[in-house]
Every structure is written in C-alpha cells, then in structure tokens.
C-alpha cells in the first residue's frame, strides 16, 4: 500500500504504473489518498480523471479534469481527458472547442497527445475532425508510422479506399514491421476485390500476430484458392492451429479476466448510484429511453454494417464469426477476451448493449446510432 511518506510525484508515478498494468482499482485508491494529502497537486487529478474513464465513471471523470483546470486552466492533459468525456455525453461542439484549446495553447509539437485526440475523434466517428488532428501531428513529423496509417484509417472510414491503400502502403514503407498497418491493409484490398494483392499483405504476417479470426479465415480462403490447396494441407497447420487458440476453452488468464468482469458486473449498481449523485434525474429520463427498442447501426472493424436492437447486433455479429454455433454469451465473452488482448481494455458483457459500448470503447467497433 501506498505510504503517506510519498512525495505527489511518487504517487502519481505508482498510480501510473498501476494503470499501466490494468489495475483501475488500484490506481484509484493510490490517487485518492495522495489528493488527500495533496489537494493542489494538478497531476494526481489529471491521474484519477484517466481512471475514473478507464472504468467508464463519466461523470466522475469530468468532475475529476474540472476539478485539475481549477489549479490549471491550460493543463493539456486535463483538457485532453475533459474533451474526451464530453464526448461521451454527446456535447461534440463543447468537446470540439476543448480539442481546439489544445492547439491554441501551442501543444501541437506533443505528437503523442496528437494522436490521443485523433483517436477519440476517431472512435466516435468524427472523421473530419480526426483527420485535422492527425494532419498537425503530421506536420512535425511526417515520417512517423503510426500517425501515417491512422491517418490511412480514418481515409478508409471516410470511404476513400484508394488514398487509404496508398496512405497505409507508405507507413508500411517507413515502418515495414508495423503488422496492425499490414493487417488492415490486407483486409482493404480484400474488401475492393484484388485478393492477389491482399495475399501478399497477409502472408507477411504470421499466425501469432493475428488476434482476429475474420483475417485468418481470409488468409486461408485465399490460399487454398490461389495456390489449389487442401483443407489438410500442412502450410494452413499454423493457422489453424490459431484459430483454435483464439478461440480455445479459458485458460488461467481467461479465468482471471472472468473473474474480474464478474467483480465489474456486481459493483455496476453500486456505481450507478453514485453517478446519480451528478446525473441526477438525466439518469433515469435516459433509462426510460434505454428501455425502448430502437434500431442501432453499428459498424464492424471489417467495414461490416449491423442493423437492429443491440441483442439482433450481438447476434448478427455471432453469426458472422468463425463458430456461429455459440451462444450470444460464449461469443461476447470470447470477444471480451480477444479485446483484451488488443487494447487491454475490458470489455462487460453483462448485456448485448454493454458489450457492443464497451467494444466501440474500446475502438473495436463504431456505433453510428
């Protein structure tokens, strides 16, 4: 445990590293008692914000960034992490502006807090916005890879697959290990019809860099066609073989992970009547509208479109996967695991309407309505 000897920097280091590793519960009870004995300490604030949205505490985390931009109106970080939760409540304008401030305040030369504000715009489908941030980051440094292929993703979702191929190719060209670049590449190719090409992409890849089954199955459709091979053929062992890890019987972590959905499951009453204490009676008009069936559209990482009530989504999804024998439950749980993984982020499928908002969290998918 933590000891009140701790300077606010060591506290905000061991908070950071507890973060760092998953451990949101952790790092909120260290960031608590060092606010405790260091209210003015802007850090730890910022700190507790970033896990309070960790653990999808909205309205905690606002409160939280506010509570920083009191001592520090120009904190980056702070307004980072408030823009970001305003998005969460739908007020895009007020989040925009936030964003903006940012820039205004000579930040543009952080290419990591660039990328950070390009990826939230990026989840919540604000393409035009994304694209302008991802462009600043990329005038003070135009050879970096990660920043020309997200700029490629977000050519791609704005459906501009060429520019997005060419875009995607050339961080491919700077940085030609960058697999999640490679990966979605293939699948682009895949989707416009020219398989030759995507089979190039893909076979520079190996079994165990893939964490998603839809670019393994086309791997080896393409494979089997180009090449006239058989189901049984010893070159499709690997990837067979990671299939079935992907979507094997839980293992120690899948049972930790288990565990811990479990423990996040059971304390979501106790946390949504503490959010009440700033939703206020927002909260339940908005559990009237919940209740109601609305037809949703969310869009897969595949470019693949869901329409219906989030259990007609979750199903469709299921039945679209490699095993559409499982239940909706195996499959969200499988998921949950397969997007841990991927952006260590859990993932609650206590419903088809957490599940499918936990992934789009997560950048796992895109909820248009």
């Given at each position: 445990m933590?000891s009140?000897?701790?300077?606010?920097?060591?506290?905000?280091?061991?908070?950071?590293?507890?973060?760092?590793?998953?451990n949101?519960?952790g790092?909120?009870?260290?960031?608590?008692?060092?606010?405790?004995?260091y209210?003015?300490?802007?850090?730890?604030?910022?700190?507790?914000?970033?896990a309070r949205?960790?653990r999808?505490?909205?309205a905690?985390?606002?409160?939280?960034?506010?509570?920083?931009?009191?001592?520090d109106p120009?904190?980056?970080?702070?307004?980072?992490?408030?823009?970001?939760?305003?998005?969460?409540?739908?007020?895009?304008?007020?989040?925009?502006?936030?964003?903006?401030?940012i820039?205004?305040?000579?930040?543009?030369?952080?290419?990591?807090?660039?990328?950070?504000?390009t990826?939230?715009?990026?989840?919540?489908?604000?393409?035009e916005?994304?694209?302008?941030?991802?462009?600043?980051?990329?005038q003070?440094?135009?050879?970096?890879?990660?920043?020309?292929?997200?700029?490629?993703?977000?050519?791609?979702?704005?459906?501009?697959d060429?520019?997005?191929?060419?875009?995607?190719?050339?961080?491919?060209a700077?940085?030609?290990?960058?697999?999640?670049?490679?990966?979605?590449?293939?699948?682009?190719?895949?989707?416009?019809?020219?398989y030759?090409?995507?089979?190039?992409?893909?076979?520079?890849?190996s079994?165990?860099?893939?964490?998603?089954?839809?670019?393994i199955?086309?791997?080896?459709?393409?494979?089997?066609?180009?090449?006239?091979?058989?189901?049984?053929d010893?070159?499709?062992?690997?990837?067979?073989?990671?299939?079935?890890e992907?979507?094997?019987?839980?293992?120690?972590?899948?049972?930790?992970?288990?565990?811990?959905?479990?423990?996040?499951?059971?304390?979501?009453?106790?946390?949504?009547r503490?959010?009440?204490e700033?939703?206020?009676?927002?909260?339940?008009?908005?559990?009237?509208?919940?209740?109601?069936?609305?037809a949703?559209?969310?869009?897969?990482?595949?470019?693949?479109?869901?329409?219906?009530?989030?259990?007609?989504?979750?199903?469709?999804?299921?039945?679209g996967?490699?095993q559409?024998g499982?239940?909706?439950?195996?499959?969200?749980?499988?998921?949950?695991?397969r997007?841990?993984?991927?952006?260590?982020?859990?993932?609650?499928?206590?419903?088809?309407?957490a599940f499918?908002?936990?992934?789009?969290?997560?950048?796992?998918?895109?909820?248009?309505?």
């Amino acid at each position: 445990m933590a000891s009140s000897f701790l300077s606010s920097e060591e506290y905000d280091e061991h908070a950071h590293q507890l973060y760092n590793e998953g451990n949101y519960d952790g790092a909120l009870v260290t960031l608590r008692e060092g606010i405790g004995l260091y209210p003015t300490a802007v850090e730890l604030h910022v700190g507790l914000g970033y896990a309070r949205l960790a653990r999808d505490e909205f309205a905690w985390a606002r409160r939280s960034f506010e509570e920083a931009l009191v001592l520090d109106p120009d904190h980056e970080d702070a307004l980072a992490g408030l823009a970001e939760t305003l998005l969460r409540f739908g007020q895009i304008a007020a989040s925009i502006k936030t964003f903006d401030r940012i820039l205004e305040l000579g930040y543009s030369d952080d290419i990591e807090l660039m990328l950070q504000v390009t990826r939230a715009l990026f989840r919540d489908g604000l393409m035009e916005d994304a694209l302008r941030f991802v462009d600043v980051a990329l005038q003070q440094v135009p050879d970096n890879a990660e920043a020309v292929a997200m700029r490629g993703y977000i050519e791609h979702r704005s459906g501009q697959d060429a520019a997005a191929i060419v875009t995607l190719r050339r961080a491919l060209a700077l940085e030609p290990e960058y697999v999640e670049a490679r990966i979605y590449l293939a699948n682009v190719l895949y989707d416009r019809g020219d398989y030759e090409a995507a089979l190039y992409q893909f076979e520079k890849t190996s079994p165990d860099e893939h964490w998603d089954e839809l670019g393994i199955w086309r791997l080896m459709e393409l494979k089997k066609s180009a090449q006239r091979l058989g189901d049984d053929d010893p070159s499709l062992v690997p990837w067979d073989d990671r299939l079935a890890e992907l979507n094997e019987a839980p293992d120690d972590i899948d049972v930790m992970l288990g565990e811990i959905e479990a423990a996040a499951n059971t304390r979501a009453e106790d946390e949504a009547r503490h959010q009440l204490e700033l939703f206020g009676s927002l909260l339940a008009e908005l559990a009237v509208e919940q209740g109601a069936e609305v037809a949703h559209d969310v869009i897969g990482r595949d470019g693949r479109h869901y329409e219906g009530s989030w259990v007609q989504i979750v199903e469709q999804m299921r039945d679209g996967a490699a095993q559409p024998g499982r239940t909706v439950e195996e499959f969200m749980q499988a998921e949950a695991r397969r997007g841990f993984s991927l952006t260590g982020m859990l993932i609650s499928t206590a419903d088809a309407e957490a599940f499918i908002r936990g992934s789009a969290d997560a950048g796992m998918l895109r909820i248009v309505r």
